[in-house]
């Protein structure tokens, strides 16, 4: 009974109420920074790895320089998703260092002027709050600051933009994949196992035409080819061992 009164009481409390307009502001600050760090990094680990798989696919890179694009790759995947999404995280479910109250009091009073003043003043003197004409100056300004929804100041829109700007690597992804799969498999494959030697494929496909392939000793033998590639040779060379 005594602690339902006691929240109650603390509810009605007018700088209690700031607070957790305060604290509200600061989770959606940390959700927007969580949501813009997913976007970053997905775009710029899928533009990276466009980048990557294309120029092992165009030069076919040796097995010491495929590991360095498989370890920078894990390096930057690894240094952004630490930055851009696991710190957001950790400050915004208290386990890292947040921006203190004062600071976050300035930045609602960039988007909420009027009252910005005002919301820094009232937190300065919440010390001295012993006094009764400071508690009467923190009730007045408390009671002017409560209409407004402090979360309100942290707008998403940009969110939109950058989601735009991400799609364009997985756009080519999707493209290159439609044109040539094996861009996309063969590369990642070569840059995966970079201790592994692949020999290139050989660029002329035919069939053998004959159905019987026996003949005799000293006497002309045609042998019927079909190219089935897209690349003809200009001579082709039968080699006997």
Request: contains cysteine.
């Amino acid at each position: 009974m005594l602690h339902t009164v006691y929240c109650n009481k603390l509810e009605k409390n007018p700088l209690h109420r700031i607070h957790t307009n305060i604290e509200s502001f600061k989770k959606r600050f940390y959700q927007r920074d969580l949501y813009t760090g997913i976007i970053i990094t997905l775009s710029g680990v899928t533009a990276l790895f466009l980048l990557f798989i294309i120029s092992e696919f165009l030069f076919r890179f040796n097995g010491t320089l495929r590991a360095v694009l498989f370890y920078s790759f894990l390096a930057i995947l690894s240094a952004s998703s630490i930055k851009n999404i696991l710190f957001p995280i950790a400050k915004l479910i208290g386990l890292a260092k947040s921006i203190t109250t004062l600071e976050a009091a300035k930045k609602i009073g960039e988007y909420f002027p009027e009252i910005g003043d005002r919301l820094t003043n009232t937190l300065q003197l919440e010390a001295d709050e012993n006094s009764e004409l400071v508690l009467a100056s923190i009730e007045q300004k408390t009671n002017s600051i409560a209409p407004f929804k402090f979360k309100e100041a942290v707008s998403f829109e940009n969110l939109t933009k950058v989601s735009k700007w991400a799609l364009i690597p997985l756009f080519f992804v999707i493209i290159i994949s439609g044109i040539n799969p094996k861009i996309i498999t063969s590369s990642t494959n070569r840059i995966f196992y970079y201790g592994e030697e692949f020999i290139p494929n050989n660029p002329f496909e035919f069939q053998i035409l004959n159905e019987n392939l026996n003949a005799f000793r000293n006497q002309n033998f045609k042998l019927q080819i079909k190219f089935i590639s897209e690349n003809i040779p200009k001579d082709v060379y039968l080699i006997q061992n």
